[in-house]
């Protein structure tokens, strides 16, 4: 069923206004026994928000600064780590060039074409304002640990643009602007991008952000505004799934994204209300379409089946913000406890993260979908 603007105005509405009226806290049954599945996998003394593995066993990590400046991308190594591609690309300050470093490396991932790419969201942080041209997806080549190529965001970029997320879709890839509410559709042979669904409810966040029972607010006060922010691609190409932060999900087949000739409001109109999620902090599908969801506000990672049957897959107390996963050959899902929910930006300008920042994995016995792992 296809929703048009005015319907999804109006659910949004009802959903926003039951979530505010419970006040800043929701009650909620929180985890309190460790599960032993969950292994710990690797620590940090800094926040980290994504991991992603190769199939020859190397690992990378990102930093978004969220407790801090320091490197933004890092591969992890036996020994220790490296900043990756290389130091001059983890040493931005603002005032420096940015041509060769990244502003804010928000996530990452290995491509389906076997490439590592990192997303430099473009601003030192959500809700300020972005560096000109620094909004890019940068493509390493892993064989020769040398940037492939650079893709600019700046002709889809808005002014507070906060560069979030990507997924691969044939010729194609989807990202997410957290920052300014809209989708960009990125053509990977030509580099040219469009921004649609520019400002459309299904990419807007209406609702508050929920950790722990807890409302989330930001340093002055305000409450923590993030928009759109998660996808995912349905393994056979047809569905993008996105939604902002806090919610609801949408979907959208592709084929709809992938055409410049639709006016927006016509776009809007092939908009799903999907799943009425609630606050995510991130996201992966497998080969079955299954969705991996991290439930901010219970510290668990739900399984959502392409039939919206949704089930636990765990509940932890550790899992405290777990943000953009990945699901590697092996059937691991990797999952990084990012204590987001505990900086500064969430809390009111608190610094409550519990050092080591830990990633932890854990066996599903799935396969990741393969139009978007390499």
């Known amino acids: 069923m296809n929703l048009s603007k005015p319907r999804w105005q109006s659910l949004l509405a009802v959903g926003a206004g039951f979530l505010v009226s419970t006040g800043p806290l929701c009650a909620v049954e929180l985890p ?90 473009g601003s030192p942080g959500s809700n300020k304002p972005a560096v000109p041209g620094a909004g890019r997806i940068v493509q390493v080549d892993l064989a020769t640990n040398g940037v492939a190529r650079v893709y600019s965001m700046e002709k889809a970029a808005r002014a507070k643009s906060y560069i979030d997320d990507i997924r691969f879709n044939g010729e194609r890839a989807y990202i997410t602007d957290v920052g300014e509410p809209g989708l960009i559709v990125l053509d990977l042979r030509s580099g040219e ?72 409001a016509e776009l809007a109109g092939h908009v799903e209300r999907w799943w009425d999620a609630p606050t995510c902090g991130g996201t992966a599908i497998d080969a079955r379409g299954n969705l991996y969801f991290s439930d901010t506000n219970q510290q668990r990672i739900l399984k959502v089946t392409p039939e919206k049957e949704v089930s636990t897959v765990v509940a932890d107390p550790r899992l405290q913000w777990s943000d953009a996963m990945w699901i590697d050959e092996q059937g691991f899902l990797w999952m990084p406890a990012t204590q987001q929910n505990r900086t500064p930006g969430f809390t009111g300008g608190k610094q409550e993260v519990q050092y080591p920042v830990w990633i932890y994995k854990m066996q599903i016995d799935a396969k990741p979908a393969p139009n978007d792992h390499p």
């Open 32 to 121: 309190t026994r460790e599960d032993a599945r969950l292994i710990p996998a690797y620590q940090a003394n800094r926040v980290w928000n994504g991991v992603t593995t190769t199939h020859d066993g190397r690992i990378f990590v990102c930093y978004p600064g969220a407790d801090g400046p320091g490197v933004g991308a890092e591969e992890i190594l036996p020994d220790g780590s490296r900043p990756y591609p290389d130091k001059e690309w983890n040493d931005w300050k603002p005032g420096r060039a940015i041509e060769h470093a990244f502003v804010c490396v928000n996530a990452l991932r290995v491509g389906p074409d076997g490439k590592l790419w990192i997303v430099d969201a």
């Open 193 to 264: 991008v469009r921004r649609v669904l520019d400002g459309d409810p299904s990419t807007t966040a209406r609702r508050p952000m929920y950790a722990n029972g807890k409302i989330q607010y930001e340093a002055d006060g305000k409450e923590r505004v993030a928009h759109a922010d998660q996808l995912e691609v349905s393994p056979d190409g047809k569905y993008l799934y996105y939604q902002p932060c806090p919610g609801p999900m949408a979907r959208i087949e592709t084929r709809w994204l992938d055409d410049p000739s639709l006016a927006p």
